[in-house]
Each structure stands twice: as C-alpha cells, then as structure tokens.
Antibody
Framework: EVHLVESGGGLVQPGGSLRLSCADS????????MSWVRQAPGKGLEWVAN????????YYVDSVKGRFTISRDNAKNSLHLQMNSLRAEDTALYYC??????????WGQGTLVTVSS | QSALTQPASVSGSSGQSITISCTGT?????????VSWYQQHPGKAPKLMIY???NRPSGVSTRFSGSKSGNTASLTISGLQAEDEADYYC??????????FGTGTKVTVL
C-alpha cells in the first residue's frame, strides 16, 4: 500500500521561503517519477513540477520557474520542494503525487502553504 | 497557460448516465493520448479514475469510462450513484506547458 505524507507547510510572508517534504512508504519510490500538484483554496488543480527517478530530468510550470526547486533523496524515500520568493498566488494545498502513465495514481493528503503578511 | 475547459457543473438522477467534457487544443488533448481524469470529494485528495484516455486503474468501477474525439475528451459515468457526487478534473500532457488540468466539474446527483 502506497502512503505519501507531506509536511513543511505553514504561514509565510511574501518574499519568504518554505521547504516542503513528502515521505513515502510502500512502493518503489526510487523507480518512480514524482510530482507536486497544488490547489488554491476553492480552486482547481495545478501541476507544479515533475522529477525523474534519478533526479536528472526536472520540469516546472512557468509560474514557479526560478523560484521553486524540486529534489529527491532516494535513500530516504523522500521528495522535496524548496519554495523561494513566495507570492500570495502561491497560497495553496500542495500535494505530493506519483507520476504514472502520464497521470498521477497515488496522492498524499496535502500540506497547506499560506503566503500572507 | 490556459486550463482545459470543462463545464462548471453537470447533474443527473440516480441511475442515469452523464458525460463531462474536457476541451483543449492540438498542443494537448488532440495531440496526445495522455488524458487522465480525477475524482475529488470535499476535503480529500484527488483519485485517478481514467488514464491514457480510456484506461481504468485497478479498483475503479466499470461505470466510469473515457473517450476522446478531436480536441475534446470525455468522461462518462453510467448508473449514477450518490457516491459519485464530487468534483472531477481532466488533465493532459501538453507540448507547451508539460501538464495542464481542466477547470473542474461539479457533479450533482439529483
């Protein structure tokens, strides 16, 4: 059974930074593409970033390029999202998800990021 | 980066069939067979219902089916049940934005 657990969310001022983490248990994390997907309060889903199993291929949505960095530690079965220069529009519930067959088959419960002064 | 277009809401009576559309462009929906569909109940994480246009993951009811014609993908729910009441999102690979989601559709069971 796959179990993804996100952590690291919280309240941060505009321009600040946060580092999100996602811990996995139960499946071949090291062999899987992983993603971050976010959902602003009361809004739809937005893909944020993808990372290949070995971390060599990385993709971002344009709105976070240069500000967010996705990374992984396969030895610790963990996924991370370093978020810098945060803006109000980055306020959202951030989900960690396994990327599978051009979609996402396993999702965590999300961690809430609120950017506000 | 524009989201794929879905109707804001769709409703049907218990036992009926409904179809949710997802309209994109040649850069995404019609260009690739990489459309997926997600069900999201309030306060819950999304659940994969359909991948690669027509495929159901193990454990997903056969009442859910997917299709595509041109720039529009569709999710059909047959034999509508109370538990199907949720938000539904499509997604597609895109040559311009890597991945794009739909605007979301609220399904109401009357």
């Amino acid at each position: 059974e796959v179990h993804l657990v996100e952590s690291g969310g919280g309240l941060v001022q505009p321009g600040g930074s946060l580092r999100l983490s996602c811990a996995d248990s139960g499946f071949m994390f090291s062999g899987s593409w992983m993603s971050w997907v976010r959902q602003a309060p009361g809004k739809g889903l937005e893909w944020v970033a993808n990372i290949s199993p070995d971390g060599s291929d990385i993709y971002y949505v344009d709105s976070v390029k240069g500000r967010f960095t996705i990374s992984r530690d396969n030895a610790k079965n963990s996924l991370h999202l370093q978020m810098n220069s945060l803006r109000a529009e980055d306020t959202a519930l951030y989900y960690c998800a396994r990327h599978w067959n051009w979609g996402w088959d396993y999702w965590g419960q999300g961690t809430l990021v609120t950017v506000s002064s | 980066q524009s989201a794929l277009t879905q109707p804001a809401s769709v409703s049907g009576s218990s036992g009926q069939s409904i179809t949710i559309s997802c309209t994109g462009t040649s850069s995404d929906v019609s260009g690739y067979n990489y459309v997926s569909w997600y069900q999201q109940h309030p306060g819950k994480a999304p659940k994969l219902m359909i991948y690669q246009v027509t495929n159901r993951p193990s454990g997903v009811s056969t009442r859910f089916s997917g299709s595509k014609s041109g720039n529009t993908a569709s999710l059909t729910i047959s034999g509508l049940q109370a538990e199907d009441e949720a938000d539904y999102y499509c997604s597609s690979y895109s040559s311009t934005t890597t991945y794009v989601f739909g605007t979301g559709t609220k399904v109401t069971v009357l």
